[in-house]
């Protein structure tokens, strides 16, 4: 090859490269930095998605079986046997049934210092506090949830009715109420004593009357989101706190009775009709009439209404001293009743089901017709796990009381705590002080730690 003819193929070579070499796409600097910043974008939304996903979704909850150390189904009497009462934060063994109660108040003499109501919980989500409320002074007592002791009187707070204070379901430090005078929906921080008005009721439902839950009043929705409530006895509502969303219900009788949010927040109870959630009626429960309740939740995890029934339901069945309704299908089946060998529903008895961490799982206190604890159920505490096909009662002790000397207030009104664990009750206790002062108690379970 002629000198002329290598130096023209190196000329053609080197254009060739040159040209190649500019004709490769770059991303000036500005742009390459905005490419950058959208991949990033994207990735912190798509991670902001999913940490949402993660805090929406429902924790699986572990379950206790708390029923170790007792017998299921014991029909036998165990008659309730004289014993002294215990020192304030002192025990007793219940010589009928084996159980450990120890004594949480030291009420006077005449003095009244028992739990709120067996429908609201007593214990915050996770049993570090607990509310007591002494009526003499007409105060709430803030305790130690695990050892009794005495914090203070939340004499900073005036909820619209003594049982009408809500423990959060997951923040163990707050608690929700309706000022009585008002009418603003607080949420109260016990830590910090402060207060964070979120909404008033008065205002948005456009009522100039009370404001209250009422009558029958229930927890607020496990998720701590729905409250009800009722204007006087003209018209009910209930309120959404994350969406801001006021409901209305279109009532025949308010019947001074606030429509209850159903553990799940699908749908609400009253007067024996389940409401949906934008407050229309959707079926009723198979109730001959409204008695002591307590909603909840049943063995794997569906919303329950437990009641006592006096008499079969409109459809038939549905009568004992626990009555479970399966709230979604609409169908009830006992706990406790007559076709298990138990006696007919006993007066004064009182359910609850408001154990969070441990669904399925009950409580109640039963007076009795003779009130002496001879004879099975009288005067007795029990547990129940409720699972249809698969009911395990427990009876855990007599709790001693009585109204002779304080009316409503000498009921026991058993509370289960949110695990399950430990049930407490009010009595005047039966036997040398019978009569002279209401405290209150706890049943410790052996599963309690």
């Given at each position: ?37 959208d991949a990033d974008n994207e990735e912190t939304d798509a991670k902001n998605e999913a940490e949402n996903e993660d805090e929406t979704k429902e924790e699986p909850i572990e379950t206790i079986d708390i029923s170790a150390g007792l017998p299921a189904n014991d029909l036998e009497n165990h008659p309730m046997q004289d014993v002294a009462k215990p020192g304030y934060l002192q025990t007793i063994i219940d010589p009928s049934f084996g159980t450990t109660i120890r004594r949480i108040s030291n009420a006077a003499n005449g003095q009244v210092i028992k739990p709120m109501y067996s ?331």
């Amino acid at each position: 090859m002629k000198i002329s003819q290598m130096f023209t193929l190196a000329l053609v070579l080197f254009f060739f490269l040159n040209c190649s070499e500019d004709d490769t796409i770059t991303t000036p600097p500005e742009e390459q930095e905005q490419v950058e910043s959208d991949a990033d974008n994207e990735e912190t939304d798509a991670k902001n998605e999913a940490e949402n996903e993660d805090e929406t979704k429902e924790e699986p909850i572990e379950t206790i079986d708390i029923s170790a150390g007792l017998p299921a189904n014991d029909l036998e009497n165990h008659p309730m046997q004289d014993v002294a009462k215990p020192g304030y934060l002192q025990t007793i063994i219940d010589p009928s049934f084996g159980t450990t109660i120890r004594r949480i108040s030291n009420a006077a003499n005449g003095q009244v210092i028992k739990p709120m109501y067996s429908t609201i919980q007593a214990w915050n989500s996770d049993e570090t506090y607990m509310i007591l409320y002494d009526q003499g002074n007409g105060v709430h007592q803030l305790l130690n949830g695990m050892d009794y002791t005495f914090i203070r009187n939340l004499d900073d707070i005036s909820p619209d009715d003594l049982e009408q204070i809500f423990w959060d379901f997951n923040n163990p430090d707050i608690f929700f109420y309706i000022d009585r005078q008002s009418s603003d929906l607080i949420k109260y921080s016990v830590s910090s004593k402060s207060k964070d008005v979120l909404v008033n009721l008065a205002e948005i439902s456009d009522c100039s009357g009370n404001i209250g839950s009422g009558n029958d009043v229930q927890m607020m929705s496990w998720n701590s989101d729905i409250i009800g409530f009722r204007c006087d006895n003209t018209s009910a509502f209930a309120y959404r706190i994350s969406t801001n969303e006021l409901i209305s219900f279109n009532l025949n009788d308010v019947e001074y009775t606030a429509p209850m949010p159903l553990p799940s927040g699908n749908g609400f109870y009253h007067g024996t009709q389940i409401y949906n959630t934008t407050g229309g009626p959707e079926k009723a429960l198979n109730e001959s009439g409204i008695e002591h309740s307590c909603l909840g939740k049943l063995v794997g995890g569906g919303d329950a209404h437990y009641a006592i029934a006096f008499s079969e339901g409109p459809q038939g069945g549905c009568l004992g001293n626990i009555i479970a309704h399966d709230i979604a299908i609409g169908e009830c089946f006992p706990v406790i009743s007559e076709s298990q060998g138990y006696p007919y529903p006993l007066s004064g008895t009182h359910i609850s089901a408001v154990s969070h961490k441990n669904p399925g799982w009950v409580a109640a206190s039963m007076m009795g017709y003779d009130q002496d604890g001879q004879s099975l159920l009288d005067q007795e505490l029990v547990i129940a796990r409720v699972e249809k096909g698969n009911i395990q009662v427990y009876r855990i002790g007599h709790h001693r009381a009585d109204e002779d000397e304080f009316d409503y207030w000498g009921e026991p009104h058993a509370v289960i705590s949110p695990t399950g664990t430990r049930v407490i009750f009010g009595s005047d206790w039966s036997g040398d002080e019978d009569g002279k002062s209401v405290d209150t108690y706890v049943v410790e379970l052996p599963a309690f730690e």
